[in-house]
């Protein structure tokens, strides 16, 4: 710790003396600007879902099921990992109170896990600090909801390049690095969780788009909810107490998805954020100092909007680029600066009061007193605030007024339509099929692993169906040639589209 | 050495006779068709191109940047090449012609059984001499951005002007080349089919065949991708677990070794040793030298595929592990156990204490197996345009041996 302080000495006192010369000439008594947020303009953010408003948003992410699937109920004593592999798309997964010990992995699409709680037991996942993560899904429109997670290594929800889920009403207990993990998924929900002594996020969007993070309660964890490389994410009402820092907006250098933009964190309670920071060493969080409610770096566009920030005895919001970071790589393609920040009406409490030394001495640089409620380090373009005369801030002196007062004309940034479904167009599957897969061992007329198109096709000629048959459980039909691996991954019908482009080949 | 080069010339200017005795040039014809898995395609007034044709094309990802899980969609790859244009590329890849002196190929470091590398800590260039680093795989370069150990070529082009003439590597000029090049009336008649907008024959188009046939190298049909395209008895029981434990949050190797291709393409400072007696590399501090704190970077090298991965020991970029085993045992060690004393590196985030059982590893690499596919493997070349023998006589004689 006590080198990161000296690195973070260096680059303020760097800052300092740049903001000292900027900020000499400013009248620090000069009017406050009270702006009246009842009415005004309202902030349009940066995704245009569609240009005609229609009905108001319902916040489903995941698509509406037209068929019915099969319910798989699971008792306690069985596995849930069973009853994943008999599903199929369109199947729930129904939980009964009981403590399982397993990783649930879901690598198949609209798949709902959902516990049965029952007079207050839950379903629980307990990994006896054995198992790394709980429940692993790669599928989209996945829901995971009413399910206790505990005592797990790795993460209690984690989700790789899902998209269209929702995660809701789980209970997260001690578990491992993040609590709740979308990541690189598109269009989802992560609401009405309570989650805690989490080593890193409790919740954690990374390299996500289109995200609503509402309703939930984390605290006594390293970070409440962090949107990292991510777009479109609104964080609102969610209540964030005990952690290291309360809400951040990240962008990581050195992640191949280099933005962050367009983040809304709003209505929400961000409270006493003065845990002992406790994450692993190296980690990006590890450099938060405790006592951050809101913890801005890098990221771009984000609103920060009537949250009640208090008792956070670093500062309520803390705006630095990655120079000014402990713990961060640089990476020439990301552009460190958080850039168009806009701080609307928060109710700031308390904010501060045991502040860094850091942070003193950039006050000192502004002639200010008291506890800071808004601290700024290093380069932000375009940034704007409001009511500004209401806090003890330090660097947005020179910020500009925002030209909004709310962002009401934003309900969601969750998609009207989910993502659509992973299907290859049928008119396309033949070939497809046929290119990436059976072009590996077979050409039109040459010897390569299996025998020349050309061959196939005199004995096929008018029967693609045999062709779609055999492929899907091949014998041994010539002994100069190896045995021919089963298809049976591809459908029926997709076979058959691939038969039939092969007997039409002409070369 | 020096006294055996004239003889190794001579020797190589005997064979090249022979062989143009034995094989004339139209025994040389380029391809007219696309390598398998490429459709050929044609537009209007314009030679016809071969385009990439899989089923990962078909999945989405967040930003279009081709990573995630097990159905995603690919990131952006070149292509668009002629059939002639790789086929001139297939032929350039195996000719020890490319070199300074007629010793080696591109195809002597790129070997295609060693999943397009060889079996050495670093490679062997003209000199007989290691060079700086490890020769990386091939396969899936096409999806690439970044290219070197260090990331310091942006492009195929770039790329393969370095081994070209790097004086350790295959030690030839620009300026020799393309005299050899155009002596070679076999090469000529080649360079004019793949390239018939052109006027003569220049070296730039040698960058760009190579990038052609490289482009071509796709290994993307392996057990875990029908796994991933849902048909999931394609992986064993244990190959699961590893997967399982490959992309779970504590070992966390999916990520940077992200799926579909098992890279991120993004530099990562993991403090892996050097081999005993080398000294420690700088790795991507060098390239990014003029970046303010580019100390950061000190230590940072590109994060490379794991396709065909057991297929290309040893490992890291100076070949320091022999064994996958070795390999997921460094991680599992914890951050920073094998940084030289002196040295202060700002170690990649996911470095950390996964502490993973012997079992577990093992599973792991269990897993990485399952990425084999070498389906693709183009046709080494009979005989060459120089004469000279395919891939280099060392190799040759290896296969004489066998």
Not at chain 2, 356 to 363: G, P, S
Request: negative net charge.
């Amino acid at each position: 710790m006590g080198k990161k302080m000296n690195k973070i000495i260096i680059a303020v006192a760097v800052v300092g003396a740049f903001a000292g010369g900027l900020y000499f000439g400013n009248n620090q008594n000069s009017t406050p600007v009270i702006t009246n947020s009842d009415s005004g303009a309202s902030y349009g953010g940066g995704f245009n879902k569609n240009a005609q408003v229609t009905a108001p948003t319902k916040k489903s992410a995941v698509a509406k099921r037209t068929v019915a699937g099969k319910t798989h109920v699971v008792n306690d004593g069985e596995s849930i990992m069973a009853a994943v592999q008999l599903a199929t798309p369109g199947d729930t997964i129904q939980i009964m109170p009981g403590t399982y010990h397993e990783t649930v992995y879901i690598d198949k699409d609209d798949i709902r896990i959902v516990g049965v709680i029952k007079e207050g037991k839950y379903a629980t996942l307990d990994g006896q600090r054995k198992l790394n993560d709980a429940i692993l899904y790669s599928g989209n429109n996945i829901v995971i909801e009413n399910m206790r997670i505990t005592q797990y290594k790795g993460n209690g929800i984690m989700g790789q390049a899902g998209n269209n889920f929702e995660i809701r009403n789980n209970i997260i207990v001690d578990t491992g690095v993040y609590g709740i993990f979308p990541q690189l998924g598109q269009n989802g929900i992560v609401e009405y969780n309570v989650i805690s002594g989490i080593e890193d996020a409790a919740i954690y969007v990374g390299m996500s788009d289109n995200i609503h993070v509402a309703h939930n309660d984390v605290f006594d964890s390293v970070a409440g909810i962090e949107i990292e490389n991510s777009r479109h994410a609104i964080v609102e009402n969610n209540y964030v107490h005990n952690n290291t820092g309360g809400i951040l907006a990240f962008i990581t250098p050195g992640l191949p998805i280099k933005t962050t933009f367009d983040v809304i964190i709003r209505n929400n309670f961000v409270d006493n954020n003065n845990h002992k920071n406790f994450a692993a060493p190296g980690s990006t969080v590890s450099g938060i100092p405790a006592g951050t409610g809101i913890l801005i770096m890098a990221a771009d566009e984000v609103v920060v909007e009537n949250n009640i920030i208090s008792n956070n005895k670093v500062t309520g919001i803390l705006i630095t680029d990655h120079e000014n970071a402990p713990n961060t790589t640089i990476d020439p393609e990301s552009d460190p600066a958080p850039d168009k920040v806009m701080i609307l009406n928060n109710i700031m409490l308390n904010n501060g009061y045991d502040t860094i030394d850091e942070a003193k001495a950039l006050m000192l640089t502004e002639f200010k007193q008291g506890n800071p409620d808004i601290l700024r380090v290093g380069v932000s373009r375009d940034s704007c605030i409001i009511n500004r005369h209401r806090y003890v801030t330090v660097g947005i002196d020179n910020w500009k007024e925002c030209a909004f007062t709310n962002t009401d004309a934003i309900d969601s940034y969750i998609l009207d339509e989910p993502v659509a479904p992973r299907e290859i167009d049928p008119s396309e599957r033949g070939k497809v099929v046929y290119m990436g897969i059976c072009a590996g061992c077979h050409t039109y007329t040459g010897r390569m692993i299996g025998p020349p198109v050309q061959i196939i096709q005199a004995l096929y000629m008018d029967n693609p169906q045999g062709i779609a048959d055999y492929i899907a459980a091949p014998t041994k039909k010539r002994e100069d040639y190896p045995e021919m691996p089963p298809q049976n991954y591809l459908d029926a019908e997709t076979r058959l589209a691939a038969a039939k482009y092969m007997l039409g080949r002409k070369n | 050495m020096m006294k055996l080069l004239p003889l190794i010339l001579l020797l190589s200017l005997m064979s090249f006779i022979t062989m143009t005795l034995a094989y004339g040039q139209d025994d040389f014809a380029l391809a007219e068709d696309c390598p398998p898995s490429f459709e050929f395609v044609t537009v209007e007034g314009k030679a016809g191109v071969c385009r990439l044709v899989n089923l990962y094309q078909f999945y989405d990802s967040v930003q279009g940047r081709g990573l995630g899980g097990t159905q995603t969609s690919l990131p952006e790859h070149r292509d668009g090449f002629t059939p002639a244009q790789i086929d001139l590329g297939r032929y350039l890849f195996f000719d020890p012609l490319l070199s300074k002196d007629g010793s080696i190929s591109c195809a002597s470091c790129h070997q295609p059984d060693k999943g397009f590398s060889d079996d050495l800590d670093r490679s062997i260039g003209v000199t007989g001499e290691k060079v700086g680093r490890s020769a990386p795989t091939l396969w899936n370069v096409a999806f690439l951005d970044k290219f070197f150990w260090d990331v310091r070529a942006k492009s195929l082009e770039e790329q393969a002007q370095g081994p070209l003439f790097d004086p350790l590597e295959m030690g030839n000029t620009p300026e020799q080349l393309l005299a050899t090049l155009r002596a070679n009336t076999v090469y000529l008649k080649m360079f004019a089919q793949a390239f018939p907008d052109e006027k003569e024959l220049a070296v730039e188009q040698v960058y760009i065949a190579l990038t052609a046939f490289q482009a071509s190298l796709i290994s993307l049909n392996s057990r875990y991708d029908r796994y991933a395209h849902g048909y999931h008895q394609a992986l064993s029981e244990n190959e699961i677990k590893g997967l399982n434990i490959f992309r779970s949050f504590v070992a966390r190797c999916a990520e940077c070794h992200q799926p579909p291709l098992f890279t991120n393409n993004q530099i990562a400072v993991i403090g892996t040793p050097e081999p005993e007696g080398r000294d420690f590399d700088i790795g991507a501090q060098k390239t990014y030298a003029a970046v303010e704190n580019s100390q950061k970077l000190r230590g940072g090298f590109k994060v490379p595929t794991l396709r065909n991965i057991t297929k290309t020991a040893p490992y890291m970029h100076s070949g320091k592990f022999d064994k996958l085993f070795d390999v997921v045992e460094f991680y599992s060690k914890g951050r920073g156990h094998a940084v030289p004393k002196d040295e202060k590196l700002q170690l990649h985030w996911h470095i950390w204490e996964p502490e993973l059982t012997d079992e577990e590893m093992q599973l792991i690499v269990d897993f990485l197996g399952s990425l084999n596919d070498e389906s693709l493997t183009p046709e080494i070349p009979a005989h060459l345009p120089s004469g000279l023998p395919v891939v280099d006589e060392k190799y040759q004689l290896r296969l004489s041996s066998e």
